[in-house]
T-cell receptor, first 119, second 114 residues
Framework: SQQGEEDPQALSIQEGENATMNCSYK?????LQWYRQNSGRGLVHLIL?????REKHSGRLRVTLDTSKKSSSLLITASRAADTASYFC???????????????????FGKGTKLSVIP | DAGVIQSPRHEVTEMGQEVTLRCKPI?????LFWYRQTMMRGLELLIY????????DSGMPEDRFSAKMPNASFSTLKIQPSEPRDSAVYFC????????????FGPGTRLTVT
């Protein structure tokens, strides 16, 4: 399965601390994306990192990608209570469509890390 | 733009009834995706469309599920007949392109089948 797996499943930290979440996957990718989901809401895209990139920053977010280890990490610095949410990694893959000969490009999501930031 | 719009936000129905979920993607987006989210299985891709044409429906669980996209601004996911195991949150997402592009998710429809 191409599915990414996040680690840990749940993380609880104090406001102001850094939060690190990891994602491991199994096969080659073109890119890896991180999404956030607040309770009862849809997923929101945070950042995309391509397979030829090793690190990317966006505000308080830092994403790293190690294709040799097939893993990625998401670091949230100086966490805030509003960062409380579930965080998902998504890996891309092209899978064959049965009986058509064509390929289906898909994102496969992990089950997420539930982050709680305590004020 | 208002983002991806889904309706209804909540649906409670009895086993055996027909359920129709609706989605309006972001204008100009060529790709539309239907996902299902449960605690046990996480987020699963059911089907996706490119320019209103279904490309891959291999994730649709069984014949009780069907999806249509009659035009670029509207899609439906229908379950007939519904069963309790269909209870989940169903998300619609759209994307400007497919490869290397982010997906924009709607707020979801929470379906409960009793």
């Amino acid at each position: 399965s191409q599915q990414g797996e996040e680690d840990p499943q749940a993380l609880s930290i104090q406001e102001g601390e850094n939060a690190t979440m990891n994602c491991s996957y199994k096969t080659s990718i073109n890119n890896l994306q991180w999404y956030r989901q607040n309770s009862g809401r849809g997923l929101v895209h945070l950042i995309l990192i391509r397979s030829n990139e090793r690190e990317k920053h966006s505000g308080r977010l830092r994403v790293t990608l190690d294709t040799s280890k097939k893993s990625s990490s998401l670091l949230i610095t100086a966490s805030r209570a509003a960062d409380t949410a579930s965080y998902f990694c998504a890996t891309d893959a092209t899978v064959p469509i049965e009986d058509s000969g064509a390929g289906s490009y898909q994102l496969t999501f992990g089950k997420g890390t539930k982050l709680s930031v305590i004020p | 733009d208002a983002g991806v719009i889904q309706s209804p936000r909540h649906e409670v129905t009895e086993m055996g009834q027909e359920v129709t979920l609706r989605c309006k993607p972001i204008s100009g987006h060529d790709y539309l995706f239907w996902y299902r989210q449960t605690m046990m299985r996480g987020l699963e891709l059911l089907i996706y469309f490119n320019n209103n044409v279904p490309i891959d429906d291999s994730g649709m669980p069984e014949d009780r599920f069907s999806a249509k996209m009659p035009n670029a601004s509207f899609s439906t996911l229908k379950i007939q007949p519904s069963e309790p195991r269909d209870s989940a949150v169903y998300f619609c997402a759209s994307s400007l392109r497919q490869k290397d592009y982010e997906q924009y998710f709607g707020p979801g429809t929470r379906l409960t089948v009793t």
